[in-house]
Antibody
Framework: QVQLQESGPGLVKPSQTLSLTCSVSGGSISSGVYYWTWIRQPPGKGLEWIGYIYYRGSTYYNPSLKSRVTISIDTSKNQFSLKLTSVTAADTAVYYC??????????WGQGALVTVSS | SYELTQPLSVSVALGQSARITCGGDKFGSRSVHWYQQKPGQAPVLVIYRNTYRPSGIPERFSGSNSGNTATLTISRAQAGDEADYYCQVWDNSTAVFGTGTKVTVL
């Protein structure tokens, strides 16, 4: 059973860069079958898709975040990462990584709360 | 941008059926997925591609999609089904989530 685990700083200052890593276990990130995804959820609100990456490095981002988002992958470590630049309080959220199987998300990490505050 | 509309809340008596709708333009041609999220937990896939249940999801959960509305039905509702439920589709290579529905079991 594949498992995903987010890690990274829980507090980021405004205007700085949010960085998170998702470690995948129980399966290879290079299998070629899946895409690897980031989603976020502001406190008390709904889910927002951020983007995804394929093991070969191709990416697709939510147009609303595209100018600030970079998703990368490290197949040697079985990890993929998220960087979000120029953060504001509106970026405070629980950030989830998940595995995209075709068109649905069938495995999720437990989530990591990131607060943007000075 | 594409929008998915769900009722804010649905209440259901213990043992009865709850129906959660998800509306959007030209829905019938889209594949709809449903996620259950309990407080403080990550979402869990309960229905994919309109009608399919992942392994481990009770048969009490079922889905349909017709016209401009997709529906998640929870039969014989249990206290453990209390959660937020989100629908999800793809639009122009972008994943879109519904607004979410809070299900309360009375």
């Amino acid at each position: 059973q594949v498992q995903l685990q987010e890690s990274g700083p829980g507090l980021v200052k405004p205007s700085q860069t949010l960085s998170l890593t998702c470690s995948v276990s129980g399966g290879s990130i290079s299998s070629g079958v899946y895409y690897w995804t980031w989603i976020r959820q502001p406190p008390g609100k709904g889910l927002e898709w951020i983007g995804y990456i394929y093991y070969r490095g191709s990416t697709y981002y939510n147009p609303s975040l595209k100018s600030r988002v970079t998703i990368s992958i490290d197949t040697s470590k079985n990890q993929f990462s998220l960087k979000l630049t120029s953060v504001t309080a509106a970026d405070t959220a629980v950030y989830y990584c998940a595995r995209l199987n075709g068109d649905y998300l069938n495995f999720w990490g437990q989530g990591a709360l990131v607060t943007v505050s000075s | 941008s594409y929008e998915l509309t769900q009722p804010l809340s649905v209440s259901v008596a213990l043992g009865q059926s709850a129906r959660i709708t998800c509306g959007g333009d030209k829905f019938g041609s889209r594949s709809v997925h449903w996620y259950q999220q309990k407080p403080g937990q990550a979402p869990v896939l309960v229905i994919y591609r309109n009608t399919y249940r992942p392994s481990g999801i009770p048969e009490r959960f079922s889905g349909s999609n017709s016209g401009n509305t997709a529906t998640l039905t929870i039969s014989r509702a249990q206290a453990g089904d209390e959660a937020d439920y989100y629908c999800q589709v793809w639009d122009n290579s972008t994943a879109v989530f519904g607004t979410g529905t809070k299900v309360t079991v009375l």
